[in-house]
Each structure stands twice: as C-alpha cells, then as structure tokens.
C-alpha cells in the first residue's frame, strides 16, 4: 500500500487532506508538531482526528526559541477583527514554520519509504503568509529533488497541497462528502474553551461555512 | 553589526565557517542540534568552541523519532574503513538533515533580523550527502526567497557555503590563519574517549590534516 505522511495541525484544512489522502488509497502517517504555539488543543485535537481516522500517527515537539511570532509568544497581541487583504503579512505569521514542518515531513517520509507528503496550505482564504504560496512548493519540491536520497535516486518524494487554490467553502465542501470530523477540528489562534470569533483563523472559517452553506459543529460546543 | 547564524556541530569544518564569519564582521549566533546523535561528544565541544570563539550560541533539542541512519540508531553498524567514491551514499546519511537544520536557521536568522546562515557543507572531501551539494544549496535559497517574509521583502537570508568547493586540506589551512581551537573540535562519528580513526569523517579528518601539513592536535587528547 503506499504510504503518504500528512501534516495534521487539527485545524480544517489538514483534516480534510487526511480524508482525501486516504480517499486516493494512502497509508497515511500523520505529523503532529508540538512547536511552542500558545495553546495545547490543536495538538489534541490533531491526536483525536488521527484516531478517529485510524491512521498512523507521530507528534514530534519542537522548540523555536527565538520567537518571532505572535503564535508562539503570549505577551503578543493575536490580531482580531483584521482585514485579511492577503498583502500584509500578520503578527501570527512564524518564521519558516512550513519549510520546518516540510522538512521534517520529508525526513519521515524518506524513513518510512513514502512517496507523498500532503500538506494542508490555502492560497485562497488565506492569513497571507508566504509559505503558502504555490511559488514556494514548487521552490520547496526542487529542493528535496536535489538535497535527499531519493531525490537523487529519481523517486523524491512529492509534496501534494489539494487545497493550495481552493476557496474554504470549496474545502469544506470536499470535507463533509468525506466525512471529514469537522465537529473535532480546532482553529482558533486562541486557546480559549471556544473559539474566538475574531482571529483570522476564526474568520476565514466561519466566512467558509457560511459561503458552503454548512452549519460548523464546532463552534456549538 | 550585521548578524549570522552559524550552524555549529562541532566539527572541524562547522568550527572553521565560525571564524570565517566572524572574521567578515559578523556577530554571529551559533545553532548547535542535539538531534538524538549517537553521542553528546560534539554537542558539549559545539558549546565550548561557541564559548571559546565569544559567541551567542543556542542550543535546539529536536527528535527523528524515524531514524533511518545509523548515525541515529545505536543497533546500526557505522560503517568503517569505507572506499569512498562520492558515489554511495552511506548508511550515516540522516534523512533531510541539512534541510532541517537549514529551515531552523532561516527562522532563527528571520526572528534575529540576521542576514546570513553558514553551513560548513563540504561537496569535495565529503561523505556523498547529496544535501552537501551545491544545487542544493542554490535550490534552497530559492525556497527562502519565496517562503519567507524576509524573502517576499526582497532581503531574503543569504545561506553561505564558503567550504563548498574546498578540500579538507584547504579548509584547515584557513582554518589555522584563523586561529580556529581545531583541538577542541569532534569529528568522530563514535562516541568514544578518543576518535575511532576509521569511520567516514575520521579517516576524512586525517586525510586533511595530513595533506595540510599540519599536526591534529585532536587526535593527542
């Protein structure tokens, strides 16, 4: 069978490409980062998803001490109520974040002899950060290409982003014909006992619901 | 000052780019990996040669809980004695290894607002890591300017390489002009009381200090 490893952070994006990973006939490995963010519930809820999906999977703790982001640093501001105009980058934006997720994800991947890693990256309704952006997978795929064994041996490891130009309303609508457990996915930047409403993480999914015609079961909790 | 993140492992040739930087005006800040290596020999001497050079240095803990190197996993022989022909590549290649450890320099750097990474790489005496390679490495810059705020600003972080192209003999020659503590570097990828003399990077090391001329003044400890 073969195998794919999928970034999983809890959120939706992620939990509707495990369920599409699994659609396309992959063993799935799921990566679950422990990276310093503010709150515990997306890994969680990340362990849950992967459970409750069946699917294999590793949390891998991480440290970025140097900060350098409103995620990771609790004296900072999370901004709520922005205007997502795509342009400005935002505090929560952490330096590097998918090209570390990414490397580690090409590491499992070369271990356990997978061909694919799925990442959940939006270009679409999206906080603007550049690391979601087609231009730097593509970028990022030559890189493995040339820096791993595989890559070498003709057989690198391909990074696949199925949401990549997808609007969350066309994301959410692929989820529910999967039956992604979107009533288990957590978003908000924040860590409160329910989302916040206001972060852009928050936003862009309810704006998605809304738009897909979907009632989200989370924020009823 | 303009800043560097240098990526120290504590070897010969990580130990020599530290001077290097700082040498070209840099305040350099070292990042040192403790990443589940088979010994912690080269992660206290990455810490004493920071310390002995006056750097900032920071040490990140990460773990390949995967493994798939013998450099990782204690049951696997390190291979001895090995012709090597730059073409194999051997059982202590760690799986994406410089890609992690570039990918934590580039947020270190970004979050420092330093403008430049030196990585000790070598593609000349060296152990056929294909991310030791100079399309690598021009492959990864692409994907910093694409992935990162500093890049999208048009001030991406410049990953220098200044060892590339250079023989262990060259590089040590620099390396005493500079007056790098080569005694206090560890190459062996063993852990023992004194190098092994016979794994990859050993037999590299005497080599170099062979055809440089120079006394190792390692090897007497």
Known sequence: MKKAVVLLSGGLDSATILYLAKSKGYKTYCLVFDYGQRHRKEINQAKRIAEYAKSEHCLVKIALPWGGSSLLDKSKKI????????????????????????????????ALGAEAVFIGANAVDYSGYPDCRPEFFDSYQDSLKKGMKQGVEGKAVKIFTPLLNKTKAQIIKIGVKLKVPYHMTWSCYKGGSRPCGECDSCVLRQKGFDAAGVVDAAIKK
Chains 1, 2 share one sequence.
């Not at 709520?80 to 570390?100: F, L």
């Open 79 to 110: 901004p709520t109520n922005r205007n997502i105009d795509h342009k400005e980058i935002p505090s929560t934006y952490v330096p590097a974040r998918n090209i570390i997720f990414l490397s580690f994800s090409a590491s499992y991947a070369e």
